[in-house]
Every structure is written in structure tokens, then in C-alpha cells.
């Protein structure tokens, strides 16, 4: 596997050559295949258009080695979601999505420098083939191993129960005849060898043949990396148990290493040797333990420091922080942001980096209350893209500031090696005396001021760390009066959240 040695010059032109070529050959194929799936017959109650690519990008030119992630077994677009949020340079990477049931399609829409083949199911041969997808949801439809399940896609193989339909199989109970493409084949013609290229196979049975196609060919000098699932369960015609173990054997003796790719379960084997912790060396604190308060310098002033919810809204967040800049204190403050935020303003970040210390929140944000309860699979994906897209802007956060608290999040924080920052207050507050209408909003601004200054005030009274939330306008209407009185009034000691963990 991966890039061979050879005659430079003469495997460039090959390649020039083979993309152009390939993509020609490509796009005539699947004019063909869509014109003999047209003219076949298919068992369904609605017909099943040939997908065209979502976002679909020119081919790359060759100027260099590209990114190229094939994703055969692709979904509901799991493992696109799971590479374009954690794996590094994730957005780099042309994605090819193989997907063989129609009607998930719309899951790739909104993917850019994507490529959606489907219905295509990927095989050792081009040609037709009869699919077995799964019909559409109803209330009364029948479990999967005795859970109700959803699984969307479907496969080539199946067993006759599976065939019979929804209630009596695991999902099939849709049939057509698709394009199915030749995988060794395909990869060799639309990829080059300079390419880095990820093959991730999930197809149902499917794998046997393209595997064992693939070795014989030699198609995995085009490989880098390689993600995939056996399913030995799946009865597969002329494969006994016997001719599939076989082929393990043969992928070893070929050096062909298989790492476990799950889009559903959010995770790939080599998920943590990829997103090794990495903080600052002399970042106090310890790893997934909750800090709340300030530490007191020995016989001096209380301390605070101020920290900023910053949201989705960017409109919103630059006001609050250019206002916060500009006040004559300079005072140190902490911004925890979102991983999409991060993504989707990376100059701001950039700029707000050389002044503030940069936190995290999540990836994005969820309806309140519900991040507590997510799976501990899915905190880790969260977590570990909020991350990578600071990385990507240069930065390497250390502090984390959840939208809820549990021993989960903890565990999850504290294997990213991050500490937890609650304030001891925020505004709005969450605690004591909450914003209400009768004693808040019906307010005029020049009376909400004070108002929300006091019930701050009594919540900091021994210092501490507060946190304003810029999603709420009355956070930028406050700030500079609150600046003014933490930096004139208060006595504090107004220190940055590096120095209130010390």
C-alpha cells in the first residue's frame, strides 16, 4: 500500500493522461448505465432518478498530488459528516460518495467539494444489478433483530427473508436494478499515484469481491489508508466461510491493513492516535476538573476573571468583544467559541487570538439541555472538532466551557485534556435572581443597566469568574458600565482564567 517508487516524469503523464481520460470514460459510463437503468425494469412504487453530484467540483488539476477520500457504502452521508468534522485537513479532501438506494441523496446536498454517485453500487465488474433497499418508514413497519431501526441503504446480497419485505426481512423491501461500477478498475483510472488517497468500504457483502479484485490488480499501490467492515454473515454467492477467510489471509500476506470505520457510532480505529491531546505544556489546572471560582493571591485581593459566551452570531460577538477591547482597563478576558464558529469566521478568530485566550464550546450549539444528554460518542466527536477547527486557525485550546454539565462531559473533556470552566455567574443568569418581564424586559435600557448590574454584583461579591453570553443583546449594553465598575469600584484583581487555575 501507498505511494511506490518509479519513473517520475513517465507516471505524471500516465496520470494526466489516465484523469482525463478516466473522467471522459467515467462520464460516458454512467451515460450509458443511466440509459440501460432507465430502460430497465424496477420493482418500486416510484421511480428512481440517477443522482446528480451535489456541488459536484471540476476535476483537480494536476499541479500536485491531491486529497481524495472514497467512501463505497456511503449512507446517509455518516462518514462524510464524521470526516468533514474530525480527520485533519478533512476539507481538503475530495470526497467520492457511492451510494446505491436513490433516496438518500439529499443527506450529501449540502457537501462541497463532494462527488455523489448513486445509485451506483460499487462491485469487481461493471454492469447491472439487481439492489435490495429499504422501503420507506411507516408506523407499523417491522424491527431489525428485534429493534426499531432505520438503516436507510441497502446491498446487493441478501437472503431471501430479507428479500420477502419490510416485515418479514431486515429492510429490503424495495428492489431495483442500478449501475454498478468496477471498483479496482474505477480507482485506477480516476486516481493517480501521487494521490493521497483514504478507501473506506462498508458494502454489505460486497467487499469479498472488490477485495480480492483489488489485490489481484494491484489497486492497492493507490491506497494510503484503508477503513472497511467484513460482513461475514452475509450470504454471498460462491463465497463460503472457508473462501472468505481466505481472503483475510490474502490481505495479510499482502500487507493490506484494514483499520474499523463506524459513521453511525461517530468513530474510526485510529480516531485517538489521530487527535493525540495536545494543550499547552505549562497550562494550570488539571484535566476534566470543573473550575468555578478564582484562586486568591496570598494575602491579596479577591480576584475575577471575565470570560464571553461567544455564539453563533457573529454580528452580535464583534460588537460585545470590539466593545470589550476598546475599554481603557485592557482587561484580560477569555472567549470560548464554537468549533463552527471557528469555521466559518477564521480571520476573527485569528485577529481575536492575539489578544484573548481562546476557549471551546462545542462544535455547535444544541437546544438547551440537550448536549448533557448525548452519547459519549458523540461528545467526543463534538469535542475533538471544536479542537481541530481551533488548530486549523492556529490555535491550541486548553479550556472548555460546556452547555451543561455531567460525569460524561467530564470524563469526555478530561480525555482531550481539557479543563472545565463554569462561571460563578453569568449574564443572563441561570441562578438566583433570574431576567423576567415584570422585573427585567419591560424595562427601558437606561433601567435594565442597573438592574442587571446589581443582580451580577451579588453573585461576585468574593470574585470569581464571570462569563457574559454574546448571543444576548443586553450583554454588549452592559459591558462597558460593568468594565467600569470591575476595573474602578470593585477592588478586584482582574486576571486572565490562566491565572485564576494557578
Known amino acids: 500500500m501507498g505511494i511506490t517508487n518509479g519513473n517520475t516524469p513517465s507516471k505524471?503523464?500516465?496520470?494526466?493522461?489516465?484523469?482525463?481520460?478516466?473522467?471522459?470514460?467515467s462520464s460516458l459510463q454512467h451515460m450509458s448505465l443511466h440509459s440501460a437503468f432507465e430502460d430497465s425494469p424496477c420493482i418500486q412504487s416510484r421511480p428512481v432518478p440517477m443522482a446528480v453530484p451535489q456541488n459536484t467540483p471540476r476535476p483537480q488539476q494536476m499541479d500536485g498530488p491531491r486529497?481524495?477520500?472514497?467512501?463505497c457504502g456511503a449512507n446517509v452521508a455518516s462518514t462524510v459528516?464524521?470526516?468533514?468534522?474530525?480527520?485533519?485537513?478533512?476539507?481538503?479532501?475530495?470526497?467520492?460518495?457511492?451510494e446505491l438506494d436513490a433516496r438518500l441523496a439529499p443527506y450529501f446536498a449540502s457537501y462541497s467539494n463532494h462527488v455523489l454517485h448513486c445509485p451506483v453500487a460499487v462491485a469487481g465488474e461493471d454492469g447491472n444489478i439487481t439492489a435490495y433497499a429499504e422501503s420507506a418508514w411507516k408506523p407499523d413497519k417491522g424491527k431489525v433483530a428485534g429493534k426499531d431501526m432505520q438503516w436507510g441503504g441497502g446491498a446487493i446480497y441478501a437472503s431471501e427473508s430479507e428479500k420477502k419485505d419490510e416485515i418479514h426481512g431486515r429492510r429490503f423491501g424495495v428492489k431495483n436494478v442500478i449501475p454498478m461500477v468496477d471498483l479496482s478498475t474505477w480507482i485506477q483510472t480516476n486516481t493517480a499515484l501521487?494521490?493521497?488517497?483514504?478507501?473506506?468500504?462498508?458494502?454489505?457483502?460486497?467487499?469479498?469481491?472488490?477485495?480480492?479484485?483489488?489485490?489481484?490488480?494491484?489497486?492497492?499501490?493507490?491506497?494510503?489508508?484503508?477503513?472497511g467492515e467484513f460482513h461475514g454473515w452475509t450470504p454471498v454467492p460462491g463465497w463460503s466461510t472457508q473462501r472468505k477467510n481466505e481472503l483475510r489471509n490474502t490481505m495479510k500476506t499482502h500487507g493490506v491493513n484494514m483499520l474499523d470505520w463506524a459513521g453511525e457510532h461517530k468513530r474510526y480505529q485510529d480516531m485517538e492516535t489521530i487527535h493525540k491531546v495536545d494543550i499547552p505544556a505549562d497550562t494550570p489546572g488539571a484535566a476534566g476538573v470543573v473550575y468555578s471560582n478564582c484562586s486568591r493571591s496570598p494575602g491579596g485581593p479577591a480576584r475575577l476573571a471575565l470570560t464571553?459566551?461567544?455564539?453563533?452570531?457573529?454580528?452580535?460577538a464583534h460588537k460585545l468583544v470590539e466593545t470589550i477591547g476598546a475599554h481603557l482597563s485592557n482587561m484580560p478576558v477569555t472567549l470560548f467559541v464554537y468549533g463552527d464558529f471557528a469555521q466559518d469566521f477564521p480571520d476573527l478568530i485569528t485577529e481575536w487570538a492575539g489578544?484573548?485566550?481562546?476557549?471551546?464550546?462545542?462544535?455547535?450549539?444544541m437546544p438547551t439541555g440537550h448536549w448533557v444528554l448525548q452519547n459519549a460518542n458523540v461528545m467526543r466527536m463534538s469535542l475533538m472538532s471544536a479542537v481541530q477547527r481551533m488548530k486549523e486557525v492556529g490555535v491550541r485550546p486548553a479550556y472548555y466551557y460546556p452547555d451543561g454539565l455531567s460525569k460524561r462531559v467530564q470524563d469526555t473533556a478530561k480525555n482531550r485534556g481539557l479543563r472545565i470552566i463554569q462561571p460563578t455567574t453569568k449574564f443572563p443568569p441561570n441562578l438566583g435572581t433570574l431576567l423576567r418581564e415584570d422585573n427585567y424586559y419591560r424595562y427601558?435600557?437606561?433601567?435594565?443597566?442597573?438592574?442587571?448590574?446589581?443582580?451580577?454584583?451579588?453573585r461576585i461579591s468574593k470574585g470569581g469568574i464571570l462569563s457574559l453570553d454574546s448571543d444576548h443583546p443586553d450583554s454588549y449594553m452592559i459591558s462597558a458600565f460593568l468594565m467600569d465598575y470591575l476595573y474602578e469600584n470593585s477592588g478586584f484583581q482582574l486576571v486572565d482564567v490562566n491565572d485564576c487555575l494557578k
Open 12 to 25: 505524471v503523464i500516465f496520470a494526466v493522461f489516465g484523469m482525463f481520460l478516466g473522467y471522459g470514460l
Open 67 to 71: 486529497k481524495i477520500l472514497l467512501d
Open 81 to 98: 459528516q464524521l470526516f468533514r468534522e474530525t480527520y485533519p485537513d478533512g476539507k481538503d479532501y475530495i470526497i467520492h460518495s457511492f
Open 194 to 227: 501521487e494521490d493521497y488517497v483514504i478507501f473506506k468500504l462498508d458494502v454489505e457483502g460486497a467487499e469479498y469481491e472488490i477485495l480480492e479484485k483489488m489485490i489481484k490488480e494491484g489497486t492497492f499501490k493507490w491506497i494510503d489508508k484503508f477503513y
Open 308 to 316: 464571553v459566551q461567544v455564539g453563533m452570531n457573529r454580528k452580535a
Open 355 to 365: 489578544r484573548y485566550t481562546i476557549g471551546i464550546r462545542e462544535s455547535a450549539p
Open 444 to 458: 427601558r435600557d437606561v433601567e435594565r443597566t442597573p438592574k442587571a448590574l446589581r443582580i451580577l454584583y451579588e
